[in-house]
């Protein structure tokens, strides 16, 4: 058998969901880790996971988190199952039952979603109003003026509330319809083609191009991958900065995981979307 690889003490915090790595070196400078019953104040400590780790008294170690990045195709429900439906997204990924969708796209809507079986990041990724941001292409219907573009930069009033502002650019106009790139920090149902329906552009096509710091480059439609350790971490870090937007707020509860019981894979409600509405292209 070989041996227990070391690591610092920083990143096996990170691989116990203790939050990003940055997060976990403030935690250690704290003095609230021990290792092997002695306080460690220094995150570059090596540890393996023979090694006694605790946070607060409390024993953590690192658990088997996944990150996919899939680039959903058209006509794959972004859910884990869905009967009306002829696929789902976790079908793309090997294991994927294991997995959950961070937020939802609708079936005819493509592009990024991350799958995870990280509860806790994955709940905070989803707040409704302060979630990360997400880049939309959409092909939309008719000639885009500057008072359109200028609306939805400012915020559209939909039937459940004003949204709030969007970064918006024209990218392509030909004869009948044009090419418009928005970014949006909420996460409400059928976003994005209501605010464009709402100033007289149906939406035609819409594609998700950018979550937080994750890009579609290089990623086919329904292909998937793995995410950096960078990534990751990256993601972590939004997931802090949504929690001290909403500091105060009740998060609700994390996530269910799914890897956590075989039987949670195959039974009980599966759209677990935290603050989340529902699809949000």
Same mark, same amino acid.
């Given at each position: 058998?070989?041996?227990?690889?070391?690591?610092? $003490?920083?990143?096996?915090?990170?691989?116990?969901?203790?939050?990003? *790595? *940055?997060?976990?070196?403030? $935690?250690?400078?704290?003095?609230?880790?021990?290792?092997? !019953?002695?306080?460690?104040?220094?995150?570059?400590?090596?540890?393996?996971?023979?090694?006694?780790?605790?946070?607060r008294g409390e024993p953590v170690s690192p658990r088997g988190l996944r990150?996919?990045?899939?680039?959903?195709?058209? @006509?794959?429900?972004?859910?884990?199952?869905?009967?009306?439906?002829?696929? /789902?997204?976790?079908?793309?990924?090997?294991? @994927?039952?294991e997995l959950f969708p961070v937020g939802r796209l609708d079936v005819d809507?493509? =592009?990024?979603?991350?799958?995870?079986? !990280?509860?806790? #990041?994955?709940?905070? #990724?989803?707040?409704?109003?302060? =979630?990360?941001?997400?880049?939309? /292409?959409?092909?939309?219907?008719?000639?885009?003026?500057?008072?359109?573009?200028?609306?939805?930069?400012? %915020?559209?009033?939909? &039937?459940? @509330?004003?949204?709030?502002?969007?970064?918006?650019?024209?990218?392509?106009?030909?004869?009948?319809?044009?090419?418009? &790139?928005?970014? #949006?920090?909420?996460?409400?149902?059928?976003?994005?083609? *209501?605010?464009?329906?709402?100033?007289? #552009?149906?939406? &035609?096509?819409?594609?998700?191009?950018?979550?937080?710091? $994750?890009?579609?480059?290089?990623?086919?439609?329904? %292909?998937?991958?793995?995410?950096?350790?960078?990534?990751?971490?990256?993601?972590?870090?939004?997931?802090?900065?949504?929690?001290?937007?909403?500091? =105060?707020?009740?998060?609700?509860?994390?996530?269910?995981?799914?890897?956590?019981?075989?039987?949670?894979?195959?039974?009980?409600?599966?759209?677990?979307?935290?603050?989340?509405?529902?699809?949000?292209?």
């Amino acid at each position: 058998m070989s041996p227990a690889k070391p690591m610092n $003490l920083a990143v096996f915090l990170a691989r116990a969901g203790l939050g990003s *790595r *940055r997060a976990c070196d403030e $935690l250690i400078r704290e003095g609230v880790v021990t290792v092997n !019953d002695e306080v460690v104040e220094f995150p570059r400590q090596k540890v393996t996971v023979d090694d006694v780790v605790a946070v607060r008294g409390e024993p953590v170690s690192p658990r088997g988190l996944r990150y996919l990045l899939v680039n959903k195709p058209k @006509g794959v429900a972004s859910t884990r199952r869905d009967p009306h439906a002829d696929k /789902v997204i976790v079908d793309l990924v090997p294991r @994927g039952r294991e997995l959950f969708p961070v937020g939802r796209l609708d079936v005819d809507t493509t =592009g990024l979603i991350v799958l995870t079986n !990280d509860g806790v #990041l994955a709940n905070r #990724l989803m707040h409704p109003r302060y =979630g990360v941001p997400k880049t939309y /292409v959409a092909r939309v219907r008719g000639k885009v003026s500057r008072r359109a573009l200028a609306t939805l930069r400012q %915020g559209v009033d939909l &039937e459940d @509330g004003m949204t709030a502002p969007a970064d918006v650019r024209l990218r392509k106009q030909s004869a009948k319809t044009a090419l418009v &790139e928005i970014t #949006l920090h909420e996460g409400r149902k059928r976003q994005v083609r *209501r605010m464009f329906r709402s100033v007289g #552009l149906p939406v &035609e096509d819409l594609s998700r191009r950018r979550y937080g710091p $994750l890009t579609d480059k290089g990623l086919e439609p329904g %292909g998937h991958r793995e995410l950096t350790a960078d990534e990751v971490d990256a993601l972590r870090r939004a997931g802090e900065q949504v929690a001290d937007e909403v500091s =105060g707020e009740d998060e609700g509860q994390p996530l269910p995981l799914a890897a956590e019981s075989p039987s949670d894979a195959n039974s009980g409600p599966d759209e677990a979307t935290g603050g989340s509405s529902g699809p949000e292209g």
